[in-house]
């Protein structure tokens, strides 16, 4: 009987180094698998770690010749010219369009003829013309009828190159109406 258990336990740990063996070979293959996806894993990130610093370089080196385009360029004399014009452009034409004073008079004198006014005296400041007109009688039309229409016509904005500002007082005697007017210059 003892022979018969030393023969069972023989068997017994044969039975248990046949199960060990394969279950070792199992666990050492998905070990080598494990170990060959982490190797490969490694390997690819190591290459796209080096390339994303080389892009990084480059980008690095392109940002320093920029820098270095935009300091030549900004030391240009003609570029920095163009710059202040620019940024002074709007106050430029601003004072051209107020130097224009030649235009504001002719003006007046197609006003002068269209209502049979005579304006007498012209001030401009701060984009405000101002002088003083006389309306005459004449055979066709009294004098209230031109002022009025005169008036009537110029308070609109968009229509003409002045906008009438209130007309204050109108003096007058039978043959004249005199009246102080101002403008100011539609933009």
């Keep these: ?6 023969l ?7 039975d248990m180094k046949a199960t060990l063996k394969g279950k070792s070979w199992v666990y050492l293959t998905i070990s080598a698998i494990l170990f060959t996806l982490v190797i490969i ?3 690819y990130l190591y290459v796209s770690n080096l390339n994303l610093w080389r892009s990084i370089e480059k980008a690095k080196t392109d940002i320093v010749g920029f820098q270095d385009q935009i300091t030549k360029l900004e030391d240009n004399s003609e570029i920095v010219a163009y710059n202040t014009v620019k940024s002074a452009m709007p106050e430029i034409e601003k004072n051209i369009l107020a130097s224009q004073a030649y235009i504001y008079i002719d003006e007046l004198k197609l006003i002068s003829k269209k209502y049979s ?5 012209f001030s401009y400041q701060d984009w405000k013309i101002s002088t003083s007109a006389v309306a005459s ?19 609109d904005e968009n229509k003409n190159m002045f906008v009438l500002n209130p007309v204050s007082n109108i ?17």
């Excluded at 009987?1 to 030393?6: A, C, I, Q, S």
């Excluded at 006014?117 to 005296?121: E, I, M, T």
């Excluded at 003096?171 to 933009?187: A, G, M, P, T, V």
Aim: charged share 35%; net charge positive.
């Design 117 to 121: 006014l005579d304006f007498s005296g």
């Design 8 to 14: 069972n336990s023989t068997e017994v740990i044969q």
């Design 137 to 155: 009688l004449t055979k066709e039309k009294d004098a209230v009828e031109k002022i009025s229409r005169f008036i009537k016509d110029y308070r």
């Design 1 to 6: 009987m003892e022979k018969t258990n030393l």
């Design 41 to 43: 894993a490694s390997i």
């Design 171 to 187: 003096s007058w005697d039978y043959l004249k109406r005199s009246f102080e007017i101002s403008f100011n210059l539609s933009k």
